[in-house]
């Protein structure tokens, strides 16, 4: 090859390549900066508030342990998420205490009507005795009156003797009438005294009888047993639930029998939405363990007073509690699961949505980067109203447009 020839083709080759940078150049000028885009649609525009809480039983049964048994040992207890039906025996206690308490109180009741029963016997005999000694010292009484005779044929000195001896007879059966008197009262006062002891006794023997009774819990309706925490047991906070062995105070709280039939989401609304929520109204519940559906709910309680939340830092949050019903519960909720709820504020059918995230303030006004072929153009719009993911767009957009999801570079923006 000769060098004139080399030479065309080293110009040729220069030459392609310069053409392919000035066709790559166009092709970049002519496609999209890469921001990524959304499309404006038009469908029904929904407000609503988000709250977080957790599923609960609308009604609930909740076995506690006896408030007059003291301290108590659980020796059995229903596995926790197992169905009993009504009468089965959720809860047991040991009761070996107490049985020997009422055997100690029967013991006691038994030496108590013993007791009574001589005290009737010692009533009879003393009542006897002295009953013959009144029948005597009436007896005294009367001859000793017979035994005065008249004073015109008496001798004065026999009649003062006779007069003497009627006056010892009717004092001695004044004595023998006060003697019984007060026998009877001491004897009856003894009686009461005792028949009051045997009366306390047979009260602590009932009492007893009742709590030994309490110790075991049957369940009073079908349902699932839900074993409750013990805030005696764990670690501050995340307390263990009871378990066989566990000590349980008085009045503890063991196990819940909640009705699945009717649940309810209980959750906090923050203060600044308390206006804007009403009974009634609906909602939408997404329960995380049930990720593959959504039950619709109302609100059916909002609590009056609020509830300062300290965990939520300083200074505290105040928020009411709200209790949203779940009209179709789903067969595998299970109280305790945490949900979240949005409840529908206001539903606007027909408008403009974009993407809450497409919508920037620039000198105070709403704005959005509209794709206008390979670049970006700058549009205010008019906001109808907004929530979480998507505005109201009443005018400056229309349907099918995209718009950017964040702010493009300078030089692939132009004015509107």
């Known amino acids: ?55 609960r039983p609308l009604r609930s049964v909740t076995l506690t342990a006896p408030s007059q048994a003291g301290d108590l040992l659980i020796v059995r207890l229903a596995r926790d998420g197992s169905t009993v039906r009504a009468g089965d025996v959720v809860v047991e206690f040991d009761g070996l205490a107490l049985r020997r308490t009422v055997e100690e109180k029967r013991t006691e009741l038994r030496q108590a009507e013993a007791e009574i029963e001589e005290a009737l016997a010692r009533l009879r005999i003393v009542e006897e005795q002295n009953r013959t000694a009144l029948l005597k010292a ?4 009367e001859r000793a009156s017979l ?76 349902g699932l047993v839900n074993v409750l925490p013990n805030f005696r047991s764990g670690t501050i906070g995340s307390p263990q639930p009871f378990r066989e062995g566990d000590r349980a105070w008085a009045g503890a709280a063991i196990v819940e029998l909640p009705d699945l039939s009717a649940m309810h989401l209980l959750a906090r609304l923050d203060e600044i939405d308390r206006a804007r929520v009403r009974l009634g109204q609906k909602a939408v519940v997404r329960v ?24 939520a830092g300083w200074p505290p949050a105040a928020n009411f509690d709200i209790k949203l019903a779940i009209d179709n519960p789903d067969p595998r909720l299970r109280p305790g699961m945490s949900a979240t709820a949005r409840i529908v504020l206001d539903r606007r059918p027909g408008g403009l949505l ?10 105070g ?42 702010p493009p570079p300078p030089d692939a923006v132009e004015d509107e």
């Open 365 to 406: 006004r709403p704005t959005v980067y509209r794709l206008a072929g390979t670049r970006f153009e700058a549009r205010r719009i008019e906001v109808a109203a907004r929530n979480r993911e998507h505005v109201l767009v009443r005018g400056g957009l229309d349907a099918g447009d995209r718009v950017a999801l964040r």
């Open 354 to 363: 974009a993407p809450a995230q497409a919508v920037f303030t620039i000198d």
């Open 288 to 311: 995380d363990a049930l990720p593959d559906r959504e039950l619709s709910a109302r609100v059916a309680e909002i609590s009056l007073l609020t509830k300062v939340d300290f965990s």
């Open 1 to 55: 090859m000769t060098r004139i020839a080399r030479r065309s083709m080293h110009f040729a080759g220069a030459g392609l390549a310069a053409t392919l940078v000035a066709a790559a150049a166009a092709v970049s000028r002519q496609a999209p900066p890469e921001v990524p885009t959304a499309a404006v649609t038009r469908g029904e525009f929904v407000d609503y508030i988000q709250v977080r809480g957790e599923i």
């Open 138 to 141: 009436r007896y005294d009484v």
């Open 147 to 222: 035994d005065l005779g008249d004073p015109e044929l008496v001798p004065r000195l026999d009649y003062e003797r006779a007069k003497l001896a009627l006056a010892d007879a009717r004092h001695r059966l004044a004595e023998a009438e006060r003697k019984a008197a007060s026998d009877r009262a001491a004897a009856q006062a003894d009686l009461a005294s005792r028949r009051r002891k045997r009366e306390k006794i047979q009260q602590d023997l009932a009492r007893a009888e009742r709590s030994l009774a309490t110790l075991v819990l049957h369940a009073p309706v079908a």
